[in-house]
């Protein structure tokens, strides 16, 4: 059987049940996914690494207690698991860098960053891993916010602004953020057996449209006592979001100029701000109020 669904506007057929994401009507998929047989390497290798290659018009993946991921023309994704890889191992990385790939490929914009939105302001929030993406995202969805995108941001350019398409409605908390915002995780799966990160349901306070971007916002840590925010030149705008762009090693040569033209244009239309936080301490509230600070 095959199910439906879609994820950053896009549908998506696959062979097995995505219940995280938004079953879509059946209908001429964007995205085709299928289990089958791949090949070791590429005929044509632009670019490689020991877990993957490139070329112009696919990328393999080869991951470890996970199997290998062939993504064509942004249009399949063909997939071979290892034997008794469990169907949450293999969505891990089909709704990650799978997916990440095929926006590469139909030359999306595609950044590493939460967004969420509330009225007319719909915010981008980019960070290092463990700088409190996901945890900031939560805590102002506490106070009304609704998620897009939890952690990889597709980014569509029309009429002359920039949108944020939607991706599913789940956030994943490791379990320290998880008892700071007081969210009961201990019935919900972890991301992966041997880590403390639990996928989190946000089911009604999931915004299932794409939104105009208002507001892009780099969290960064730093050995200080107390939040503060600073405005950043035109250049380091420009380098936050060539930093925070999804999977660039994957990048071709003419994927690599297209994501520094898009990116060129994003700070043109959207202003790039830094928020800096105690790496020591528990900052979630000083983060929370500059964000609504700079709302307001």
């Known amino acids: 059987m095959i199910h439906y669904y879609r994820i950053f506007d896009l549908v998506i057929s696959t062979p097995f049940v995505c219940s995280e994401l938004i079953e879509a009507i059946p209908q001429q998929a964007d995205v085709v996914i299928d289990y089958g047989h791949i ?39 063909t997939i071979e698991p290892e034997e008794n890889t469990s169907l949450d191992i293999i969505k891990l990385f089909l709704l990650g860098s799978a997916l990440g790939a095929i926006q590469h490929q139909r030359q999306r914009l595609t ?24 945890t900031t995202a939560n805590a102002l969805i506490q106070q009304g916010f609704q998620l897009l995108s939890d952690d990889l941001a597709v980014i569509d350019f029309l009429d002359g602004d920039a949108f944020v398409t939607p991706a599913y409605p789940q956030s994943k908390l490791w379990q320290d953020a998880a008892e700071k915002l007081s969210i009961e995780y201990k019935n919900f799966h972890r991301v992966r057996d041997e880590l403390d990160k639990y996928r989190i349901p946000i089911n009604n306070n999931f915004c ?10 780099n969290l960064q840590l730093s050995d200080i006592e107390l939040a503060k925010i600073n405005s950043l030149t035109v250049f380091e705008q420009l380098g936050v979001l060539k930093i925070h762009s999804y999977r660039k090693k994957y990048f071709t040569l003419e994927q690599a100029q297209g994501n520094f033209q898009a ?25 929370a109020e500059l964000i609504i600070q700079q709302l307001t």
Do not use: M
């Open 39 to 77: 090949a070791n390497d590429l005929s044509i290798i632009e670019k490689q690494k020991l877990k993957w290659q490139v070329n112009k018009n696919q990328v393999l993946l080869k991951i470890p207690d996970a199997g290998k991921y062939l993504i064509e023309n942004g249009e399949t994704i």
């Open 111 to 134: 950044l590493h960053a939460s967004a969420f939105t509330k009225c007319d302001h719909t915010i981008l929030l980019c960070g290092q891993s463990g700088a409190g993406k996901s």
């Open 208 to 217: 299932n449209r794409p939104k105009k971007i208002t507001h892009i916002i």
């Open 263 to 287: 990116c060129a244009a994003l700070v043109d239309l959207v202003p790039v701000t830094q928020i800096t936080r105690p790496q020591l301490t528990n900052s979630l509230k000083q983060v």
